[in-house]
């Protein structure tokens, strides 16, 4: 099956909330309305009870808020999936750029002046001879699926 006939991970995270949601709340209201029919048809001899309908409606609606909770969690794990497919990419080039970095040679003592501690080339600038490695800025977009 091809991605193209399927909405992407947020129209089906919204079509899901929304069938979730309004199915239940049918389907709450269809039972509500099937246990009032069923009590009036107990408690009265000429009442005539439409408590099947609105038993079957019920019915009809939870599998409607079935469907709903599906589309969310499908919705929901692709948008992980996708997540999870960037930041990987990201953390792959991290550690590459960590391991390629050069490792110098251990540093000589630094000379110690008369207070008792190293000499330092000023504050916030790096001793000479250890690498400065940058962190990769955090991809915009992930890898494009297949298909698309």
Known sequence: MSYRYFPPAAGLTVWGIVLFVAGGAMSGWMWASAVRESFREATSVFYSSNADVYTGFAVLFAMVSIAGFVLLTVGISRAVKRADQR??????????????????????????????????PGPGIPPTGIPTTEIPPMPMRGPSQPGR
Not at 94 to 106: S, T, V
């Open 87 to 120: 930041y990987d990419g990201w953390f792959r080039t991290l550690q590459l750029g960590i391991a390629a970095a050069p490792h110098p040679a251990p540093l000589p003592a630094a000379p110690v002046h008369g207070h008792g501690r190293p000499h330092s």
